[in-house]
């Protein structure tokens, strides 16, 4: 029995902020029984991931090991939590437990990828228990940026964890449970074994701000704007949205939303009963037959997505509703670092149609993480033994774990694959398991490395040239057939680059000796080569260059 | 004579903070003599430019009427008003004025280029003048973040022009020609036609902060680092650099400077006697001898350049220096929207290590441009008849456009490629030139329109497939052949993509019509719609598609 461990191992969210997947194991070393904390995906760029479609953690440990997996539990429904849930868990094959808002969204995941969504059980908040294996699991309500978000209570025989999910300390949260103070207390009461705690604004030094001083402000942007008002946050902020949507009704204006996730969460916020109020809205087609200055409309796309609803009406019409000179346009959101570009490229397409806009202006937005401050105040409450962060890149993990530190609390950075024992009076990195990242890629799952994505980016940044060769024998027949992708049609010595090339080939094939041309192998590299320095000398690039033989024998 | 207009027409510049070109024109209507103001670089990214080299403004208009340009005039060295002078002058063919350290340094921009340095010629700075044509230009010395910026004061027959160039008013910028006001007035006394004016910081509302404000914050870190301190800033930033040379050398460091820029900027200051007092430095194989506590490196990189210094140190040794933990790593700078994520990357990889990082703290970094007061002021001291505002996405155009109308003075958004009439009495756009980009991409020059990058950008979302087939009149020899480049090597029916592809092709061929097969376009066209349904169908993307047709007679 003393050989048993309690160990912590973050397969995704801790080393970058996304794609959150924690794992809880009990029992003997090798052996533990499993749980699986959220299951979430990442967005792919341009500059690491083209053409890839959502980025998801590497769960080989967990399907290697699927007969110990008791359990799967969902925070909250944010796409960096839940958006892995359906394509993933055909390895996993567990329950998911979530409440009712968080299941409801985990159910539609699961159909969306062809899984059946009873697998997706709904269950109360604390004092609520869910058994699953050596643990006992229960949700504790706390305030975060979407409704209904939850820290887990996750009792083993060896100690309690308390896993905080995301969260802000919010009493007024406008949607959704505020921070209760007491209900924490108390359910987080006797020894804490560790506290697993979110760690994105540790860098923010002063108290967070709550959702509810919001709401004046913004009302008194939408009164004072004279023609068509078009706000964006994120869709998830069913808080947001609802006072975005009072602040037009208050000011004698239809409220129009726009774009499918808009409106598929606030229909799961009444679906699920978390808003029983939200304003009377119009649909898109009645919204063109309203004065503008009588018109509200609420839009996806506060990170500059291309196809979100906000930079479609950048470049024009979107389902008959357009902008003019005049109309005011608020971000009622922070850019994520990394969103810059595309969140300035539909500011300036607004600029030149004539619309004012309002962005990263502190009074139209809150964020939905605890800052330092809270951070501390989170520690206090629950007392730990110890402070794992998580939820952060390293310079998060690592400052969250010096402020831990600071306040006279033993604390570890335990990045994405690390294996920690928190059984030990001081927790231990003990081992480490795969943990990279998978791409869904149209429809199929390909590995990070697997070099698919990486040939990608090379054609992106050397083009491609394809050489084809045919062959009788030891015959060349013809002239070698070159034909370019992503270069430019001329280079230095003002021929065209696919003749140049060609000749260049040619030349070779023809002095080429008997051997060289009967082996594959030495030929394609031979041609390669030949073809990078003709590109170079021509155009100052070496392209990515394939080679096809056709042997006619 | 009265035909004749003053035009002003930014060809670069002016819709986005980047590849500075400005053309003044006077003369009558499409036969004005011509001046040029800058011509600078924008520097590429993955998501629009991959695999560019750098980006410059087209000037087309001015390659077509090159036997009208007069001058050249370079109002200082950053590399988005100089480091397309070299490139581009063989199209312009003009003399090049530029004062002392920008002159030197667009000297060698010049010989990079394989171009006559000689062609660029120092001038004084106000009250001397250059004669071009029917302008008369002088430097007028102002602050900013490189040494021996200037504005321009230009007089043509029409009115008198002033184009401040990038400024900040700083009566202490440590290196380099402090804001005189008193100097301003005279320079610009009398009536001024326009003040064409930078827009950079407009949405800044605080007023400006001095370099000088830095000195004392700066030797604090510096002097309380424990082990080894690394900054970074741009190399142009001479100043700057000597502001940390100087902490490190009152701290009792020796001081290195790390990367190819921060040399050049240095050595350029010292050679034209910008800076006479620069701190001793010690060569990176010295600095590897000196014990880590007592050394400070000052790098390149401060935007995460993936190939600066201050990458090269986050990935592990760079000239034999390594971090280490415990080291102090200051980015006394900002970070260029779009940048962010190249600077996370630094500031992840140097929290792995244990290096303490400093970023994005005011304390240690003012901005080179005027903030809005400062702007208004701007507008007082030279009391334009108007305002045309210049370096600014269209935004920033915008705002400062308002600005100087709540101002009261007439003011026009005037963007590339818009030809401005001066001499009317409210300025006016009255034509429209060819005012895109081209690239460097390699060692040529390509058109930003010419569908080169497009190709390249797809490659990389979409992958590759090549299809090769040989017929011999219309009979197909064996079957055709596929490559793939960024594809999975297996979709959903578990078969290898390529086998797949052949399958579906070869049965294609096979029933091909005789026709079919004899018309190269048609059985192009019909291989690439079926190799792109093939592979939607087993991998969920249609892939751009090269079909090579080898015809034996």
């Given at each position: 029995m003393s050989r048993n461990r309690l160990i912590y191992l973050p397969l995704g969210g801790a080393g970058e902020i996304g794609m959150n997947a924690y794992v809880y194991g009990y029992g003997e070393p090798g052996a533990e029984r499993l749980i699986v904390v959220d299951l979430g995906v990442t967005f792919p760029d341009m500059d690491t991931t083209p053409g890839v479609n959502l980025i998801m953690p590497d769960i080989s440990f967990l399907r290697e090991n699927a007969d110990r997996i008791e359990a799967i539990f969902i925070t909250h429904a944010h796409e960096d939590h839940v958006g892995a849930v359906g394509r993933l868990w055909p390895d996993l094959r567990a329950p998911v437990y979530a409440r009712a808002f968080t299941?409801?969204?985990?159910?539609?995941?699961?159909?969306?990828?062809?899984?059946?969504?009873?697998?997706?059980?709904?269950?109360?908040?604390?004092?609520?228990?869910?058994?699953?294996?050596?643990?006992?699991?229960?949700?504790?309500?706390?305030?975060?940026?979407?409704?209904?978000?939850?820290?887990?209570?996750?009792?083993?025989?060896?100690g309690r964890i308390v896993h905080t999910g995301d969260f802000k300390l919010d009493a007024e949260p406008g949607v959704g449970e505020p921070w209760d103070e007491a209900l924490w207390r108390e359910a987080t009461a006797g020894r804490v074994r560790a506290l697993v705690c979110d760690s994105t604004n540790v860098f923010s030094h002063h108290p967070g701000r709550s959702e509810a001083g919001l709401k004046q402000p913004i009302e008194t942007f939408v009164a004072g704007a004279p023609h068509m008002v078009v706000a964006t946050t994120f869709a998830s902020n069913v808080a947001r949205v609802k006072t975005l949507a009072e602040a037009g009704q208050a000011a004698g204006r239809s409220v129009c939303l726009l774009g499918r996730a808009m409106r598929r969460m606030i229909e799961a916020a009444v679906t699920t009963g978390i808003v029983d109020d939200f304003p009377t809205t119009v649909t898109p087609e009645d919204a063109r037959d309203i004065p503008r200055e009588n018109l509200m409309l609420i839009v996806t796309g506060s990170q500059g997505e291309r196809r979100?609803?906000?930079?479609?009406?950048?470049?024009?019409?979107?389902?008959?509703?357009?902008?003019?000179?005049?109309?005011?346009?608020?971000?009622?959101?922070?850019?994520?670092?990394?969103?810059?570009?595309?969140?300035?490229?539909?500011?300036?397409?607004?600029?030149?149609?004539?619309?004012?806009?309002?962005?990263?202006?502190?009074?139209?937005?809150?964020?939905?993480?605890?800052?330092?401050?809270?951070?501390?105040?989170?520690?206090?409450?629950?007392?730990?033994?110890?402070?794992?962060?998580?939820?952060?890149?390293?310079?998060?993990?690592?400052?969250?774990?010096?402020?831990?530190?600071?306040?006279?609390?033993?604390?570890?950075?335990?990045?994405?694959?690390?294996?920690?024992?928190?059984?030990?009076?001081?927790?231990?990195?003990?081992?480490?398991?795969?943990?990279?990242?998978?791409?869904?890629?149209?429809?199929?799952?390909?590995?990070?490395?697997?070099?698919?994505?990486?040939?990608?980016?090379?054609?992106?940044?050397?083009?491609?040239?394809?050489?084809?060769?045919?062959?009788?024998?030891?015959?060349?027949?013809?002239?070698?057939?070159?034909?370019?992708?992503?270069?430019?049609?001329?280079?230095?010595?003002?021929?065209?680059?696919?003749?140049?090339?060609?000749?260049?080939?040619?030349?070779?094939?023809?002095?080429?000796?008997?051997?060289?041309?009967?082996?594959?192998?030495?030929?394609?590299?031979?041609?390669?080569?030949?073809?990078?320095?003709?590109?170079?000398?021509?155009?100052?690039?070496?392209?990515?260059?394939?080679?096809?033989?056709?042997?006619?024998?």
């Amino acid at each position: 029995m003393s050989r048993n461990r309690l160990i912590y191992l973050p397969l995704g969210g801790a080393g970058e902020i996304g794609m959150n997947a924690y794992v809880y194991g009990y029992g003997e070393p090798g052996a533990e029984r499993l749980i699986v904390v959220d299951l979430g995906v990442t967005f792919p760029d341009m500059d690491t991931t083209p053409g890839v479609n959502l980025i998801m953690p590497d769960i080989s440990f967990l399907r290697e090991n699927a007969d110990r997996i008791e359990a799967i539990f969902i925070t909250h429904a944010h796409e960096d939590h839940v958006g892995a849930v359906g394509r993933l868990w055909p390895d996993l094959r567990a329950p998911v437990y979530a409440r009712a808002f968080t299941g409801h969204l985990a159910q539609i995941k699961m159909e969306e990828a062809g899984q059946d969504p009873s697998n997706v059980e709904i269950v109360g908040a604390w004092p609520q228990k869910v058994e699953a294996g050596p643990f006992k699991v229960s949700f504790l309500p706390i305030s975060h940026s979407i409704p209904e978000s939850a820290g887990l209570v996750i009792d083993a025989p060896a100690g309690r964890i308390v896993h905080t999910g995301d969260f802000k300390l919010d009493a007024e949260p406008g949607v959704g449970e505020p921070w209760d103070e007491a209900l924490w207390r108390e359910a987080t009461a006797g020894r804490v074994r560790a506290l697993v705690c979110d760690s994105t604004n540790v860098f923010s030094h002063h108290p967070g701000r709550s959702e509810a001083g919001l709401k004046q402000p913004i009302e008194t942007f939408v009164a004072g704007a004279p023609h068509m008002v078009v706000a964006t946050t994120f869709a998830s902020n069913v808080a947001r949205v609802k006072t975005l949507a009072e602040a037009g009704q208050a000011a004698g204006r239809s409220v129009c939303l726009l774009g499918r996730a808009m409106r598929r969460m606030i229909e799961a916020a009444v679906t699920t009963g978390i808003v029983d109020d939200f304003p009377t809205t119009v649909t898109p087609e009645d919204a063109r037959d309203i004065p503008r200055e009588n018109l509200m409309l609420i839009v996806t796309g506060s990170q500059g997505e291309r196809r979100a609803a906000s930079a479609q009406l950048a470049r024009g019409k979107y389902l008959g509703l357009q902008m003019a000179e005049g109309d005011s346009f608020l971000f009622s959101s922070k850019t994520i670092p990394g969103n810059e570009r595309g969140v300035i490229r539909i500011m300036n397409a607004f600029s030149e149609i004539g619309v004012d806009v309002v962005s990263e202006d502190t009074r139209y937005h809150v964020s939905g993480h605890a800052n330092r401050p809270d951070l501390e105040k989170m520690h206090a409450v629950v007392d730990p033994e110890c402070v794992i962060p998580m939820h952060g890149e390293h310079m998060h993990l690592r400052e969250h774990a010096k402020l831990a530190e600071a306040g006279g609390r033993a604390s570890l950075v335990v990045v994405n694959g690390a294996v920690c024992d928190l059984t030990r009076a001081v927790p231990h990195v003990v081992e480490h398991v795969e943990a990279d990242r998978v791409y869904l890629d149209g429809d199929i799952l390909i590995g990070a490395l697997d070099g698919i994505v990486r040939d990608r980016i090379r054609l992106a940044l050397n083009g491609h040239v394809i050489v084809n060769v045919i062959l009788d024998g030891d015959e060349p027949l013809g002239d070698p057939w070159v034909e370019i992708m992503g270069l430019p049609e001329t280079g230095k010595s003002r021929a065209a680059l696919v003749d140049v090339l060609e000749a260049d080939l040619g030349q070779f094939l023809m002095r080429a000796k008997s051997k060289t041309l009967r082996d594959d192998e030495t030929l394609e590299d031979e041609l390669k080569r030949i073809a990078r320095k003709t590109a170079q000398a021509e155009i100052g690039k070496k392209p990515e260059v394939t080679v096809v033989v056709s042997r006619l024998e």
